[in-house]
């Protein structure tokens, strides 16, 4: 007599997995960390590597050194500084354009381009939220950004740029500001890496440290009003300031 035993077998398969199924993502979702990807990542040009946000003054000042140094002013940066602040306007902005609420929306765009704490850190930010806009509009344009964009009424900085257009786009605001802070951490730590200089590894080494930071600021903001606005990291700004007349430097701010 022969016995015949099934034995279970390990399959691959190239389909997708359905929607609703807990081991994938659907649609909307893949399509939200694309774009999110894409927009924030360093090939995204919006010249993120032209600017240091003062921290090549602040390296040239002895301020920062080596990876801990540079872990411990990239922090405060975050989480009391323009990280933080940043953070709220993308926010709030975001919150505005969802609700179609152009005052409101106005608003924050006025403040959000006066809050720059120096010349060049005004140009930097109205820089970027330029360019982020224009190659929005050109490759990327939703429903509604047009509209969106007219009821700022006048420059979008950074922030608001990526609060906007995430917002036509129907991307949720939580994995919006977590990527926009992580491309901003990175984007310092890069900056960080040539002028120090540091490697590969340790600047992957200050990134790790710096997760939690990432997250808790990213909570902060979302839970912030506009009168939770204010930054304590005066030596950044300082920084930001005295770049400006720098006698020898490799960045625009």
């Known amino acids: 007599m022969i016995i015949i035993t099934a034995i279970p077998m390990l399959m691959t398969t190239s389909k997708a997995p359905p929607v609703g ?39 040239e000042a002895g301020d920062i050194g080596d990876a801990a140094s540079l ?10 500084g323009a990280g933080f602040c940043d953070g709220v306007f993308l926010a709030h902005a975001h919150r505005a354009a969802t609700s179609c609420d ?27 939220g330029r360019a982020f806009i224009e190659i929005a509009r050109a490759a990327w344009n939703g429903d509604g950004l047009d509209r969106m964009i007219s009821g700022c009424g006048g420059a979008i900085v950074y922030p608001v740029a990526v609060g906007l257009v995430s917002a036509a786009h129907a991307i949720p605001l939580t994995p919006t500001m977590h990527a926009f802070l992580h491309a901003l951490t990175s984007n310092w730590i890069s900056a960080g890496a040539r002028l120090i200089p540091l490697g590969q ?6 990134l790790a440290l710096l997760e939690q930071v990432v997250v808790s600021t990213a909570k902060r903001a979302l839970d ?6 204010g930054s304590a990291t005066f030596r950044a700004d300082l920084a930001s300031m005295r770049h400006e007349t720098q006698y020898t430097r490799l960045f625009r701010s």
């Open 201 to 206: 590894t340790d600047s992957q080494r200050v």
């Open 21 to 59: 199924d807990p081991s994938g993502m659907r649609e909307g979702e893949a399509a939200a960390l694309y774009r999110l990807m894409t927009w924030l990542s360093p090939s995204f040009p919006v010249g993120a590597f032209s600017y240091s946000s003062g921290i090549e003054w602040a390296v």
């Open 71 to 80: 872990r411990d002013w990239l922090a405060a940066m975050l989480a009391d």
């Open 224 to 229: 912030a009003s506009l009168d939770d606005l």
């Open 102 to 128: 152009d005052a409101a929306l106005a608003g924050i765009a006025e403040l959000a381009a006066a809050f720059a704490p120096s010349r060049e850190r005004q140009l930097e930010t109205s820089a970027q």
